[in-house]
């Protein structure tokens, strides 16, 4: 089975699992699935935008990498079922961008391991 993404309508707001917040679409058209705040997502995939996984799990972000051509990437584990993968972060959505912030803290927590 190959990996491709899968786009079905699934760019709608939803509140944070982790800290609450109502997070809005992303504006450009594509699909926001973590909270700009805190930056926590919710296991939904098993291949990006099939919303195809029975976990449900809350996916915690665990570090952060660039990627050449999709720039910052967020690094998530489920706490619930340890299944692991990667979001390219929002830093430029005019509404609700990505916190800077929390991709540093992020960042940090996992150099000090």
């Not at 917040?21 to 930056?39: F, Y």
């Amino acid at each position: 089975m190959t990996r491709r993404f899968v786009k079905q309508g699934t760019n709608s707001a939803f509140v944070c699992g982790h800290c609450g917040l109502d997070v809005q679409p992303l504006l450009n058209g594509s699909v926001r699935n973590h909270c700009p705040a805190c930056l926590h997502s919710v296991h939904l995939d098993v291949f990006p935008g099939d919303r195809a996984a029975d976990c449900g799990g809350l996916m915690v972000p665990v570090g952060v990498e660039s990627h050449p051509k999709k720039g910052w990437m967020i690094l998530h584990r489920c706490a619930t079922c340890g299944y692991e993968g990667r979001n390219k972060a929002a830093l430029d959505d005019p509404a609700q961008p990505d916190s800077y912030d929390a991709l540093l803290a992020v960042s940090s927590r996992e150099r000090s391991r």
